[in-house]
């Protein structure tokens, strides 16, 4: 006999939860076999130790670090390590000077360095501009990737540049070299140790466009302040428009007198002028005029929070001092694996009660609750340690707390849905209609209690401190993971179960029989006798319970029958 159609998107569904973890699995495999991917997760700071470096900024002739400098440092060197890759790193200042940056487990050298190495930024005049990909068309229409620079091109320019956007600057090897750039390719490069007085070949901070700049021809040390407005008519009316407003000293007002009053006559991609922070261009705006007063205005698609942003780092992000690396050295773990091992143990007990309070209440049903909690685990597992090895993701103490909370919130899905299906049998339907009966009225709910989880935990990713996020991000993953597990696995498994003798007859053992549930039944037929004889006690909260369920025609028969027994019985009374 064909399957029916329920039992054909059940296996269906299996199938596909099937795919899912084979890819997964096949995946950490491959990692772990070819590349540095690992079986579990890595650790963060708290659970593994690391390296903690202090930072001395280094001042001349006498000058005081304030504390906003001290903050701003601390915002850019965060940036540079997320960048990198690097997460649940603590940075923080000491006192009123050092700046104190602990990294979990061994950071490559590449890494230590750009944490190191001070904030440059610095003005470039853009010589050429362009996608962001290595992609050239060919005669034929085509894209293809730009071959490498072929050796022996010429490397110095056939005449001496003039000024900073002079094109004699572009040689045939940089042009071969720009062509063959790849932002993407690139991204976690830094160019902020390249040559002043040399052409610079980078992308935008976003890695949308690729640029060829010449040599910087304005230093970031000559800004002397910086500031975000609305942009005002000449008759002093505010637009509504952000920009970002910038003040230089003397020699800054010089020099950039001198290069807008060039670059406001050029065309193109060499009328821009491209500010630099750490390699990055971070702006790249055009010449409108010429600015000699030394206070330039740059204006686009600002709001008020990138225009903030922008001037915060115009302003703070060449540093006025140098740091100096004054100590360097392995820290051990602040918690440990004993605290490790407390968290893991603390779910394992959350994970027994789970599962004996399963049984209690839905006797071998409980079985699914268990089963369907494992094949999350498996997920959960796979999930963060590809997580680990692609994006350098780190488990916290935070996270596992994160893991821990969402033992009970995955096993709620199961209750519901579970609740749902005895609430069908008690109205009289058989056991395959209930259960889809059952998941049609349960997957609302389960949807909109696991939307409001997955908002909270993404609310408290964006405004918690570093240290909780490693909560949030676990109890949002797993939320997810809930949602999958629910339409992959338990509802197909109750599709499967339901056809199944043990549980379709409604043995008592199986949680779902309609005797015990108090069951009414509303059709021209009777329910089944029992199989086996119904404890009292069962077979009186049935009875409470089908008196709860009674519809007001079944209670007003019910009493109308009760009035006429006890007439019937006074009568009796009477006449004896």
Request: overall charge neutral.
């Amino acid at each position: 006999m064909a399957k029916s159609t329920p039992v054909k998107k059940a296996w269906r569904s299996l199938t596909w939860l099937g795919v899912i973890v084979v890819v997964l699995l096949g995946t950490l495999t491959a990692g772990v076999l070819f590349s540095n991917a690992t079986w579990l997760p890595k650790l963060a700071l708290d659970l593994e130790g690391g390296t903690q470096i202090i930072l001395a900024p280094q001042v001349e002739n006498g000058q005081s670090v304030q504390q906003e400098q001290l903050d701003q440092a601390v915002s850019i060197i965060r940036q540079r390590i997320d960048a990198s890759g690097v997460s649940e790193a603590q940075i923080s200042t000491e006192g009123s000077r050092n700046i104190v940056v602990s990294l979990p487990g061994k950071p490559d050298q590449a890494t230590l360095d750009r944490v190191k190495s001070s904030a440059r930024l610095d003005f470039r005049p853009v010589l050429v501009a362009g996608g962001p990909t290595n992609e050239v068309v060919g005669a034929d229409g085509k894209s293809t990737p730009a071959p490498s620079p072929a050796p022996g091109l010429q490397s110095t320019p056939s005449t001496k540049p003039t000024n900073g956007s002079d094109l004699a600057w572009v040689t045939p090897k940089l042009q071969a070299e720009f062509d063959a750039y790849d932002c993407k390719a690139n991204a976690s490069k830094t160019s902020s140790s390249a040559p002043t007085d040399e052409p610079l070949i980078t992308c935008d901070d976003q890695n949308q466009v690729k640029y060829l700049l010449g040599p910087v021809e304005v230093k970031g040390q000559d800004i002397k302040d910086a500031s975000a407005g609305l942009v005002q008519s000449s008759q002093g009316v505010t637009t509504g428009q952000w920009a970002v407003n910038i003040v230089f000293n003397d020699a800054g007002t010089k020099a950039f007198s001198d290069v807008t009053t060039r670059l406001v006559a050029l065309q193109g991609a060499q009328n821009q002028f491209a500010i630099v922070l750490d390699g990055k261009v971070i702006s790249a705006p055009t010449t409108q005029a010429a600015i000699t007063d030394g206070k330039p205005q740059i204006t686009g698609n600002f709001t008020e929070t990138t225009s903030k942003a922008l001037a915060d780092q115009l302003k703070f992000g060449a540093l006025p001092f140098s740091f100096k690396v004054q100590s360097q050295d392995t820290i051990s773990a602040t918690l440990g694996t004993s605290q490790l091992l407390s968290g893991l143990i603390a779910g394992l007990i959350g994970l027994i009660l789970v599962g004996i309070y399963t049984f209690f209440q839905y006797r071998l049903l409980g079985f699914v609750t268990i089963f369907s909690l494992v094949v999350a685990g498996v997920l959960t597992w796979l999930t963060i340690s590809l997580l680990s090895w692609h994006y350098d993701y780190r488990l916290s103490l935070a996270g596992v707390a994160g893991l821990i909370v969402a033992i009970g919130f995955t096993a709620d899905s199961f209750i519901v849905y579970f609740e749902r299906i005895r609430d069908e049998l008690r109205d009289g339907r058989g056991l395959e209609s209930a259960v889809e009966a059952g998941w049609g009225r349960a997957r609302r709910t389960i949807y909109a209690s696991k939307a409001t989880n997955l908002l909270a935990a993404v609310v408290l990713y964006v405004l918690a401190a570093a240290n909780v996020r490693g909560f949030a991000f676990t109890l949002g993953l797993t939320t997810i993971i809930d949602v999958i597990v629910v339409l992959l696995f338990t509802h197909p498994t109750l599709q499967l179960l339901a056809r199944t003798r043990f549980f379709s007859s409604g043995h008592p053992m199986s949680g779902l029989d309609p005797e015990a549930l108090g069951a009414v039944y509303r059709g021209a037929a009777k329910f089944r006798a029992p199989t086996v004889p119904v404890p009292v006690g069962t077979a009186v909260r049935s009875s409470k319970e089908a008196a709860r369920r009674q519809t007001i025609a079944e209670r007003k028969a019910a009493e109308l029958a009760g009035a006429t027994t006890s007439s019937d019985r006074s009568t009796e009374g009477k006449d004896s």
